[in-house]
């Protein structure tokens, strides 16, 4: 059974920069069919797709964070990362990685990491 | 890009049958059959429940069925049973390699 783990500090300086990473187990992240996302949900708010990244490092991102966001990843490790700069408090949420079919839907979620930005 | 328009709550009684729009344009909804459809149970993940607008994942009851026309998916519960009570959120691919989601419907079981 596939599974992800979200990692990385969740309390954050406002200014500085949100760094997660998403472990993959019960499967390799080394696949032409599915592609690996980010995805985060504001307190009390829906959904927002962040960045999207293939393990030959192709990635797209979502245009309103494109200037923010790095998605990245490590195949050695089966890993992929997310970095976020210059937080403000409307970057508080909760952010998930899963795995993203080519027919755009997320299928695996990690159980969510809560992100604090606070001084 | 525009998040997906969803109503913000629906509700029905146990037994009966309710729908929930998603309105996006032809640059997701609309051009594409990417629409998907999650559920959210409160301080839970999302799950998968709908994904290319009318297909199901394996486990997923066939109470829960999905539909398009136009710019508009769909998604709608047969039979509610009170486990349905939950947040659902639509999802689409939009162009340029985008996706977005739909705001969020809260759905009441009476």
């Known amino acids: 059974q596939l599974q992800l783990q979200e990692s990385g500090p969740r309390l954050v300086k406002p200014s500085e920069t949100l760094s997660l990473t998403c472990t993959v187990s019960g499967g390799s992240i080394n696949s032409i069919i599915y592609s690996w996302g980010w995805i985060r949900q504001p307190p009390g708010k829906g959904l927002e797709w962040i960045a999207t990244?293939?393990?030959?490092?192709?990635?797209y991102y979502n245009p309103s964070l494109k200037s923010r966001v790095t998605i990245s990843v490590d195949t050695s490790k089966n890993q992929f990362s997310l970095q976020l700069s210059s937080l403000t408090a409307a970057d508080a949420a909760v952010y998930y990685c899963a795995r993203r079919s080519t027919a755009a839907y997320f299928d695996y979620w990690g159980q969510g990491a809560l992100v604090t930005v606070s001084s | 890009q525009s998040a997906l328009t969803q109503p913000p709550s629906a509700s029905g009684s146990p037994g009966q049958s309710v729908t929930i729009s998603c309105t996006g344009t032809?640059?997701?909804?609309?051009?594409?059959?990417?629409v998907s459809w999650y559920q959210q149970q409160p301080g839970k993940a999302p799950k998968l429940m709908i994904y290319?607008?009318?297909k199901r994942p394996s486990g997923v009851p066939d109470r829960f069925s999905g539909s398009k026309s136009g710019n508009t998916a769909s998604l709608t519960v047969s039979g509610l049973q009170a486990e349905d009570e939950a947040d659902y959120y639509c999802s689409s691919y939009a162009v340029n390699n985008n996706l977005v989601f739909g705001g969020g419907t809260k759905l009441t079981v009476l």
């Open positions: 290319e607008v009318t």
């Open positions: 032809s640059s997701d909804v609309g051009g594409y059959n990417y």
């Open positions: 990244i293939f393990y030959s490092g192709s990635s």
